[in-house]
């Protein structure tokens, strides 16, 4: 953990030292499981009740969605009420009405901005004030996790023009942050092929190419072979055809960096959506 500047240090003290956070990856696929009575909603809700359940609640929430994506560098949400993003076309107006009006943490986030590097450059974090918020990859899960909104979320960017190991070299940096609180939460997709999408199919019907990429990433994640993800683009015809564009496999890179050895994973929604999503998701620390 690298000692932010002496000013934005007080900002740090909110985030008292605790016991050790979990850290989850959570398949979110359609934006409508936010509201639709399903297998994978009832399962965040369940995961969401367990960890309220522990003797210590998270005091910060950070989330690396895959729909943030800012070529150029790595940035946090800095404002105080981020506003809830619609980013997304074509679905009922029950969607668009949501709203998750979860708090920001302006100054954590400038005491995480300053604190964390660019594996790029070497530099700290941007903090973003303005532009962002919170997009369907956060709230479409935490608002079923954490319904009532009391918990401040900040989300963290990802500069999708650099290469996966320093998306995953990130991640071991926000290991520390768990021992104070925060709950880092990667929120993506294991399989992620809008173009193959069969509406209408059984959770447990996929394509072979699906499946065999699936199972090669819960192989390496149940071993704790975690830095293997990140050479995933040279898994040959079954990752091409799982991630035609790989926005949706990065946030798995941040969770999985952030998980310390030894800790298994628990793994929970292991089905597909419309065929070409895996819901596959995982949580460590999940004992505590």
Known sequence: MTTPPAALLPALQELRPSRRMPVLFVGHGSPMNAVEDNVWRR??????????GHAQRPQLILCISAHWLTPGGWYLTGMAQPRTLHDFGGFPPVLYAQQYPAPGAPQAAQAL??????PATGKPLGVDE??????????????????AADIPVVQLSMDFARPPA?????????????????????SGNVVHHLGAMRAGSGINATYTWAAEFDARVTDLVRRGELDALAGFAQWGESARQAHPTHEHFLPLLYA???????EAPRFFNTGFQAASISMRSM??????
């Open 256 to 262: 999985a960096g952030a998980v310390h050895p030894g």
């Open 283 to 288: 949580a460590w620390g999940m004992e505590l």
């Open 130 to 147: 303005a532009h962002w918020g919170l997009d369907h990859g956060a709230w479409s899960i935490l608002m079923p996790m954490f319904p």
């Open 43 to 52: 399962a965040w809700q369940d995961l969401g009740r367990e960890l309220l």
């Open 113 to 118: 901005a300053a604190a964390l590097r660019s």
């Open 166 to 186: 320093e998306h995953y070299a990130l991640g071991r940096q926000l290991r520390a942050w768990r021992e104070r609180g925060v709950l880092i939460v990667g």
